[in-house]
């Protein structure tokens, strides 16, 4: 039987605005409704970022609970991923919202160049977001913006950083980051195969119209794929994508091309090593 596809939905970030594109969910009501819309569409993960009014990036813990209640409300078992990237904050602010213990979290576990600033990742603060994540069994997923990254999360599992196999993202088209290149997408599954064998799921973000690219590349090569407004606001270069859920059926066509059937949420959670899902009041068993 050919491996399921889960489908991450990247519904917000730190830097769409709705100048850029109306559909993008900037406040909590709006993220529910679009994470919603994205679930019945075949998405099994939200990746979630919160704003502030202002549509400004935020960390506001008060907001990710409320998001997460929301979402596990309308999105029976979807896997739950909270953003601990450093737009959204600075130092240990950035994990603030860990105690909610979200099902994943992103972890970056290296600095890089971004297109206008250092995206810093000290390795202090790296330590001390994978010890919450350990603690509050809270499942990192392990942000590869280079290939130092991939090594680097080897280290930490040697070192009981990291528990059981890890799920790792490539991302590439940031602009002074990783630039799309298919023989380093080819190397970078390679590596993660070398270092933590060949069933360990890896997943793969395009960066705007890199985003379609990605999709296609990791759905063919039999890994996950992540797609969203929080990377692409538009459904080609004349297009703005109308929904999240737009995205999300797109990448969902990408999968029937290739024969690839897409996780259910409880399909996904056993592919990634989760726990089961929370039941919420007022949410069918």
């Known amino acids: 039987m050919t491996k399921p596809c889960i489908i991450c939905v990247a ?5 769409p605005t709705k100048a850029n594109n109306p559909a993008v969910p900037i406040t909590v009501s709006e993220q529910i409704e ?3 819309e994205a679930f019945e569409a075949g998405a099994a993960i939200v990746h979630a970022h919160v704003r502030n009014d202002d549509e400004t990036p935020s960390s506001d813990p008060e907001k990710f609970a409320a998001l997460k209640e929301g979402i596990e409300r309308h999105c029976p078992g979807m896997i739950i991923q909270f953003s601990t990237g450093g737009r959204s ?7 603030g919202m860990l105690s909610l213990r ?3 979290a992103s972890l970056s576990v290296g600095s890089n160049n971004f297109p206008t600033r250092v995206y810093e990742n000290p390795p202090d603060l790296v330590d001390w977001l994978a010890l919450e994540m350990l603690v509050r069994d ?3 997923e392990i942000e590869a913006f280079d290939l130092s990254h991939i090594l680097k999360a080897r280290e930490m599992a040697d070192k009981g950083q990291l528990e059981g196999t890890p799920c790792i993202q490539f991302v590439m088209g940031v602009r002074n980051a990783m630039p799309v290149d298919r023989d380093v997408f080819d190397y970078y599954i390679h590596t993660v195969h070398r270092l933590f064998g060949k069933d360990t799921p890896w997943c ?3 960066i705007g119209p890199h985003q379609l690219t990605l999709n296609e590349w990791a759905i063919a090569a039999g890994g996950h794929a992540r797609t969203g407004l929080e990377d692409n606001v538009r459904l080609d270069r004349d297009t703005l994508a109308p929904s999240n859920a737009a995205l999300v059926r797109r990448a969902v066509e990408i999968c029937d091309k290739n024969d690839r059937p897409v996780a259910t949420p409880d399909q996904a959670r056993a ?3 989760l726990r089961p899902a929370t039941i919420t009041k007022g949410q069918a068993a």
Not at 11 to 15: C, D, E, F, K
Not at 89 to 95: D, E, H, L, Q, V
């Open 11 to 15: 519904i917000t970030g730190s830097l």
């Open 34 to 36: 679009s994470t919603h």
């Open 89 to 95: 904050g600075a130092g240990k602010t950035r994990g």
């Open 102 to 104: 979200p099902d994943m």
């Open 138 to 140: 809270v499942k990192p």
């Open 204 to 206: 793969a973000a395009g």
């Open 271 to 273: 592919l990634l090593g």
